[in-house]
């Protein structure tokens, strides 16, 4: 498997809420990769070691991660690595407030990272290349 396709699977197991899954999947890259791409990757693994936290029963854990990985990401441009970061991060900014108590008493919608398409930028969801249907043959 490439980075690349490594990469993208991160996105996916991080898309479909296999947060431990998509944490292990970009931190194989991480190990590898030079800066500044080891300090963005590493924001990622945070954001889906956060989540994890959470799901375990561990707010104050995920808040911190969160806190930590929001603040990697901010290094980055809006668009970076093919991925609408800044979406990610409203989304994941919006879970640390409530995570703090500071808004409202349900959880936001949980992140999903988009992927930037090639042709105009216009997001989509980073699936599999496995799981993308068969284009039809007229």
């Known amino acids: 498997m490439t980075a690349n396709e490594?990469?993208?699977r991160g996105v996916a197991l991080f898309n479909a809420h296999k947060f431990?899954?998509?944490?292990?999947?970009?931190?194989?890259?991480w190990l590898l990769e030079p800066e500044p791409e080891k300090t963005f990757l590493q924001g990622?693994?945070?954001l889906a070691a956060a989540f994890h936290h959470y799901r375990r029963g561990n707010s104050r854990g995920a808040?911190?991660?969160?806190?930590?990985?929001?603040?990697?990401?901010?290094?980055f441009p809006s668009r970076h690595r093919g991925l609408a970061l800044?979406?990610?991060r409203a989304?994941?900014?919006a879970w640390v407030?409530?995570?703090?108590?500071?808004?409202?008493r349900h959880p936001p919608p949980r992140p999903e990272v988009r992927v930037l398409s090639a042709k105009g930028g216009h997001p989509s969801r980073?699936?599999?290349?496995k799981m993308k249907p068969r284009k039809r043959r007229r």
Not at 21 to 28: D, G, I, L, M, V
Not at 126 to 129: G, N, Q, R, S
């Open 126 to 129: 980073a699936v599999p290349e």
């Open 6 to 8: 490594q990469f993208q």
């Open 44 to 46: 990622l693994i945070q």
């Open 91 to 93: 989304q994941a900014a």
């Open 63 to 75: 808040k911190s991660l969160l806190a930590a990985g929001l603040a990697k990401l901010e290094r």
């Open 97 to 104: 407030l409530w995570l703090g108590g500071k808004d409202g």
């Open 86 to 88: 800044e979406e990610l």
């Open 20 to 29: 431990f899954e998509a944490h292990e999947a970009w931190e194989e890259l």
